[in-house]
């Protein structure tokens, strides 16, 4: 159903505004797109489409590869309940064409849906990695302008354009190997490096009913531009683990990079994401060799509340570094992170003079 048709003459534009009313008999689930295809004349186009699709790249190198199809993600306007139900109409969407001349023109619409909830999709989020951690945490931005391009097992080209809050979505029906890739859109500034896989290999495997299992977290993050965040620094303690726990939190993994910064992603309840956290070495250097040390995540506030956030954490570790330096040279130190549980995750730290 079209409407609000409205003609911009200098930039040979159309917009029109688009909504679906269902005919189908059973409900209507996501993924929702319609694809749009087969113009006359030719030089019509999509300028908006959400995804656009190319076929395989011709045989001869030189030969101009063009989108052949246009579509268009209704799969978050079918209602609060996510189903189109037989006479229901969709929410509208502006698809806005380029007519040179502004001629008439007529086209093919193809409107697919899934049949049932939840169908097989890769999904994931485009976000500016502020902690450059490699990791989406809580109050990250997501990435404007973003374009994400995947090569399906086919061979055809696929390119996906992630929504305001850094979402995007690829409805696949089958199982193989997807490769991703994200870029910025024409025209916008460079991107700082990406601190996510980019590209990004996908292996969909098929379930029991021979559709491919989804995959949804097929993130990409890009750094900041600037020196990273100052870390803050491991602190030396007396105190024994036990008595340096306070609020509670869980470790889902750690490392080390970048010769001495250690990553925790973590998580913990509250009432707001934002939790200070310390790091403690407690009670020094132990023996034999190799050496190792306790080392205390301290979670500094206990919230009245049942939200769960999840962070990825980042201290400095060179105060370690260094005093394993002075008193045992180079080497290896088994760093035994005390859970407040008080069962210890063993990460082996190597520290090496600076280059």
């Known amino acids: 159903i079209g409407s609000n048709l409205t003609i911009d003459a200098a930039g ?40 656009m699709l190319m076929p395989p790249a011709p045989s001869q190198p030189d030969t101009f590869a063009y989108f052949e199809r246009f579509g268009f ?20 969407k502006t698809w806005i064409f380029h007519d040179p001349g502004l001629v008439s023109f007529s086209f093919q619409g193809r409107a697919e849906f899934g049949t049932a909830p939840d169908l097989p999709r890769i999904a994931g989020v485009c976000f500016v990695d502020e902690n450059l951690s490699g990791y989406r945490d809580p109050g990250e931005p997501p990435l404007q302008g ?47 490096p990406w601190t996510t896989p980019n590209p990004r290999e996908v292996l ?80 020094g250097f132990m023996e034999p060799l190799p050496p190792q040390i306790n080392v205390v995540l301290v979670h500094e506030i206990e919230e009245d509340c049942d939200a769960w956030f999840e962070s990825t954490l980042t201290f400095d570790l060179y105060p370690l570094w260094e005093s394993y330096l002075d008193t045992y040279g180079p080497g290896m130190l088994l760093m035994n992170l005390i859970g407040i549980d008080g069962a210890a995750h063993q990460l082996a730290f190597p520290v090496f003079p600076e280059d």
């Open 146 to 192: 973003a374009i994400v391009t995947a090569r399906l097992p086919g061979g055809d080209v696929m390119d996906v354009m992630p929504g305001p809050d850094g979402h995007y979505a690829l409805p696949v029906e089958a199982a193989g190997l997807y490769e991703l890739r994200c870029d910025i859109a024409f025209g916008l500034p460079p991107l700082p």
């Open 204 to 283: 969909l495997t098929p379930g029991p009913d021979g559709m491919p299992n989804s995959f949804l977290e097929a993130h990409f993050g890009i750094g900041v531009w600037g020196p990273p965040p100052v870390a803050p620094p491991i602190v030396f303690t007396d105190l024994p683990p036990g008595e340096l726990h306070f609020g509670h939190w869980m470790l889902f993994g750690a490392e080390v990079v970048e010769r001495h910064r250690l990553l925790m992603h973590v998580g913990y309840s509250g009432c707001q994401p934002d939790h200070p956290f310390t790091l403690y070495a407690s009670g």
């Open 73 to 92: 993600d209704y799969s978050g306007l079918l209602g609060d309940d996510g189903v189109l139900e037989h006479g229901e109409t969709s929410g509208s």
């Open 12 to 51: 040979e534009m159309i917009a029109l505004d688009v909504a679906i009313r269902s005919q189908h008999p059973h409900p209507l689930y996501a993924p929702a797109v319609v694809w749009v295809e087969g113009f006359v004349p030719p030089s019509v186009s999509i300028t908006n489409a959400d995804y």
